[in-house]
């Protein structure tokens, strides 16, 4: 079983390309990161020591325009990660048709150790390092696991000291206050019900009633549960990173989101059961979302999964084996780059906005955000009913068709 990220992005490209006619010249630049940039940088520590850290900034493609991308804090991350969460980024632009190639960066550490002064020197540090990269026009940052509003705050104020005016659009995820844009902190949670509700149509399941199960209670989890249930579905069981709940009669979240605030966890809430996340993910259910880290569902666990559908919340939370073994068992999988692009799709309207400073309502942001999503899956359904390949493979001929066409008609420079 492949539990490098990587390995797995591109076992996945491998199939996918085999169904398109591309040159080999052309499938080989596909399949490799445009550039990539290690940083090894000093962090003054709160007791006045300095400590070194390892960023990572990789540019996979930009045939289709600027690179985005989200940041991640998280002790695991590696290069090899960063390359995977990289690739699908691009394949997840061109599927819901942005002008963005992929890129994505992250430092080795766990912000939960550090002080918020420590985290925003790490921020600042790292920013100037990945400046060299980064700016409107050519690679704009996001949140990720272990980064949110506060450290695009600092971002966006470092890259703008250093140009004497502020640049707002130079990062997205941004508070409202300095540029950030209505509906963005909902937006990945909200691509994933709409797709959800998408494929529950395909399946002919009602949504009223349907049984969900979320895998990480975050900033992606959080949102799909909530916005699952207000459209009529029954959030069974969600878990964060320690443990899970179950309720079998469904879980009230407006209740739960509180009991979080004050908590910090879904530990101890005492209307529900406890659970392992190992256990979650085999409850019965008609939807499963996996809304946590990579390679969740494997080899030795993909034969108890019951879900009918599968929405990935999370980049890579099943393995190539896992999904012949779910596809077998006639599951529908809504494949990462379309299920989650809810994220980048907003992201893209924040940067929109900021670089004309004119900004607009949430309804009207939402409701672009659903039509993209729709469309996005329409298109997805039609490749994999004319390939008769699975949705993720289906996902990723079209994002690398729009993508080999945007490379072949640009040329070959010189």
């Known amino acids: 079983m492949p539990d490098n990220a990587y390995e797995t992005a591109l076992r996945q490209f491998d199939k996918a390309v085999h169904y398109l006619n591309l040159k080999p010249g052309i499938i080989d630049y596909l399949r490799i990161p445009k550039r990539e940039l290690t940083v090894n940088f000093p962090v003054e520590m709160d007791d006045d020591s300095v400590r070194v850290f390892t960023g990572y900034r990789v540019h996979h493609n930009t045939a289709l325009g600027p690179t985005?991308?989200?940041?991640r804090y998280h002790p695991a991350t590696t290069l090899d990660e960063?390359?995977?969460l990289a690739m699908w980024m691009t394949w997840k632009c061109a599927v819901v048709g942005l002008p963005y190639g992929g890129a994505k960066g992250g430092v080795v550490c766990?912000?939960?150790?550090?002080?918020?002064?420590e985290l925003e020197n790490l921020t600042r540090r790292y920013a100037t390092e990945i400046s060299v990269l980064m700016s409107p026009q050519g690679d704009i940052p996001a949140p990720d696991v272990?980064?949110?509003e506060r450290e695009m705050a600092w971002i966006m104020d470092t890259y703008s000291m250093h140009h004497g005016y502020s640049v707002p659009a130079v990062v997205t995820g941004k508070p409202l206050a300095i540029g950030g844009s209505l509906g963005r902190a909902e937006a990945t949670g909200r691509g994933v019900v709409i797709t959800m509700m998408e494929a529950l149509k395909r399946r002919n399941i009602a949504v009223e009633g349907a049984r969900v199960v979320v895998q990480g209670f975050g900033k992606v989890g959080a949102p799909a549960a909530y916005l699952a249930q207000e459209r009529g579905a029954k959030v069974i069981a969600v878990s964060d990173v320690r443990r899970g709940i179950f309720n079998p009669h469904g879980l009230d979240l407006n209740e739960l989101r509180a009991y979080v605030a004050t908590q910090g966890?879904?530990?101890?809430y005492s209307k529900a059961e406890p659970i392992s996340n190992a256990e979650l993910l085999e409850l019965e259910c008609e939807v499963l979302m996996p809304c946590a880290l990579?390679?969740?569902v494997t080899t030795a666990n993909a034969d108890r999964v019951k879900a009918q559908i599968v929405a990935e919340g999370a980049n890579g939370p099943l393995t190539p084996e896992a999904d012949e073994i779910l596809l077998g068992k006639g599951v529908f999988i809504i494949p990462d780059v379309l299920c989650n692009a809810g994220g980048v799709t907003v992201s893209y309207f924040e940067w929109v906005q900021d670089?004309?400073?004119f900004f607009w309502g949430e309804d009207e942001i939402n409701e672009r955000l659903r039509r993209i999503m729709v469309r996005s899956f329409n298109q997805v359904v039609r490749v994999a009913y004319e390939k008769n390949v699975d949705m993720r493979t289906a996902a990723q001929v079209y994002a690398i068709q729009r993508i080999a066409e945007a490379v072949q008609l640009r040329g070959i420079y010189p």
């Open 110 to 117: 766990d912000p939960k150790v550090l002080s918020v002064r």
């Open 82 to 84: 960063v390359r995977a």
């Open 265 to 268: 966890t879904v530990m101890g």
């Open 146 to 148: 272990g980064t949110g």
């Open 355 to 357: 670089l004309q400073s």
């Open 68 to 71: 985005k991308g989200g940041i």
């Open 294 to 296: 990579e390679n969740q």
